[in-house]
């Protein structure tokens, strides 16, 4: 049973080392590049490289759950694999394009699925500005840092900084404080997804500030500029009973 066209890629704890090896044997294994799906074993956080990794390949990824958390992941069965991957239903997800100066002046770029998250280096607050399609929002957010997250995930660090939950639909972005002192009651905002967002560090020798894109972090950053890249689209598959549209729905009303 090795015409499946599926390529495993497994974390590297034992639980889903194991499942790979058995789903090899059972439905064979495709290199990438001629694959038709990616079936990912192990939880989100591994879910999230494999979907980095497979940016440029066009394939679909099927996540089933071998780790502790696994809101990007279906149900872990071995039995009747290719049928389930032949219901799932799809999400399109649209990633976000970082592009942060160093204090040095030199531009990095990279790309979140997730969030792009701004934090302080130091014991000392951050002092960000904040500007929005060029016009400047907040001049000075005093915090323990600031993130812009995707819809796909808002249920992740935007969720535990306080922010809203997103629908996969909704053509929007989660602006969310991390730890704002002043302005003391502001709580963040929702924004079109193809706003152009600029965070300025005030202050950043004093006060040094990291910019993480999911897991590529950029120290000592003084400018950050984030936008969706609409040239990049990402589908997850789901099996129709566990759809990601559905699991958003239910985190909105648990306790």
């Not at 922010?163 to 969310?176: E, Q």
């Not at 302005?183 to 152009?196: E, F």
Request: negative net charge; contains cysteine; aromatic residues 6%.
């Amino acid at each position: 049973m090795g015409n499946h066209r599926i390529a495993f890629v497994a974390a590297d704890h034992s639980d889903a080392q194991e499942a790979f090896t058995r789903l090899e044997k059972q439905y064979g294994n495709t290199p990438i590049d001629a694959a038709a799906i990616i079936v990912v074993l192990g939880g989100d956080g591994h879910m999230l490289r494999a979907m980095h990794q497979s940016i440029g390949h066009n394939i679909p990824l099927f996540g089933m759950n071998c780790g502790t958390v696994g809101f990007l992941m279906n149900k872990f069965s071995e039995e009747d694999l290719p049928q389930r991957l032949k219901k799932a239903q799809h999400v399109e997800l649209r990633p976000l394009t970082m592009r942060a100066k160093s204090r040095d002046g030199t531009w990095h770029d990279a790309l979140a699925i997730n969030e792009v998250s701004l934090l302080r280096e130091t014991a000392q607050a951050a002092k960000i500005s904040v500007k929005i399609d060029n016009i400047a929002r907040l001049p000075e957010l005093v915090c323990d840092g600031i993130l812009l997250a995707t819809p796909a995930g808002s249920t992740a660090y935007n969720l535990s900084a306080h922010g809203p939950i997103l629908p996969l639909t909704s053509d929007v972005l989660a602006l969310t404080p991390i730890c704002p002192f002043r302005p003391r009651r502001w709580r963040g905002a929702i924004l079109p997804h193809k706003a152009k967002v600029v965070f300025s560090i005030l202050d950043p020798k004093k006060r040094p500030v990291s910019a993480t894109a999911d897991f590529h972090e950029i120290c000592d950053v003084v400018e950050v500029e984030i936008m969706e890249d609409a040239t990049i689209r990402l589908k997850l598959l789901f099996d129709p009973e566990h759809h990601l549209e559905e699991r958003i729905l239910q985190e909105q009303f648990l306790s």
